[in-house]
């Protein structure tokens, strides 16, 4: 059964520092993998998109990696911002199914002053 | 949230009632997604059509219905059936059925008094 586990649950990070978010898949044939921000009660939001070749892809202050060896994902965020309060969603496809998408449960970020 | 669009944002049911929640783009996209979120789990697919008058089930049918007679609108219906309809409803859509990214609309928040 494809999986996607995200760690941490949640975290808790002061204003200006950087954090790391976890991804770990078990989708099989591997397609592509995405994060997705959602602001609570919004729609998740693009931020990255990675295939197989691709290990690591930047979008301003975000910067996700992907090994695709050891099936692991990580976004990391840079000098943190309170906007960046949310939830961060990893999303892994499958090459045998079409647009049908994994999600994993989310971290939820909260970025104090 | 791109051009797509869900209403109600906040919807209250009654135990026994049908309510129908509204999804529209303007992105001309072929497929339309329908997904259901609840508190600290993945996205799930409820239903998806890959064309006009055709959908498919996902992983939770059961106690919903679709219709897709426009290519711009893929409206929900959550039936009585549902024993546990209370949560947050996506709407998403992706130029075709393939690999491209899915744009979610902002949601609507299902509550059964």
């Known amino acids: 059964k494809n999986q996607v586990e995200q760690s941490p649950q949640s975290l808790i990070i002061l204003e200006g520092k950087n954090c790391t978010l976890q991804?770990?898949?078990?989708?099989?044939?591997?397609?592509?993998l995405r994060w997705y921000k959602q602001d609570t009660g919004r729609g998740p939001v693009s931020l990255t998109i990675?295939?197989?070749?691709?290990n690591t892809k930047s979008n301003g202050r975000y910067t996700a990696t992907l090994d695709a060896d050891t099936k692991q994902s990580s976004l990391h965020i840079t000098a943190s911002q309170l906007s960046d309060s949310a939830s961060y969603i990893c999303?892994?496809?499958?090459?045998?199914?079409?647009?049908?998408?994994?999600f994993g449960g989310g971290t939820r970020l909260m970025v104090k002053p | 949230d791109g051009g797509i669009t869900q209403s109600p944002k906040y919807l209250f049911r009654k135990e026994g009632q049908n309510v129908t929640l509204s999804c529209e783009q303007n992105?001309?996209?072929?497929?339309m997604y329908w997904y259901r979120q609840d508190p600290g789990q993945g996205l799930r697919l409820i239903y998806y059509?890959?064309?006009?008058?055709?959908?498919q089930k996902g992983d939770i049918a059961e106690g919903y219905s679709v219709s897709r007679e426009k290519k711009e609108s893929f409206p929900l219906t959550v039936t009585s059936a549902q024993k546990n309809p209370t949560a947050f409803y996506l709407c998403?859509?992706?130029?075709?059925?393939?690999?491209?990214?899915?744009?979610f609309g902002p949601g609507t928040r299902l509550t059964v008094l």
């Open positions: 998403a859509s992706s130029p075709s059925d393939g690999y491209n990214e899915q744009f």
């Open positions: 991804c770990n898949y078990t989708v099989s044939p591997f397609s592509n």
């Open positions: 990675m295939t197989f070749s691709e």
């Open positions: 999303v892994v496809s499958a090459n045998n199914a079409g647009n049908m998408l994994t």
């Open positions: 992105l001309n996209h072929d497929a």
């Open positions: 059509s890959q064309i006009v008058n055709d959908f």
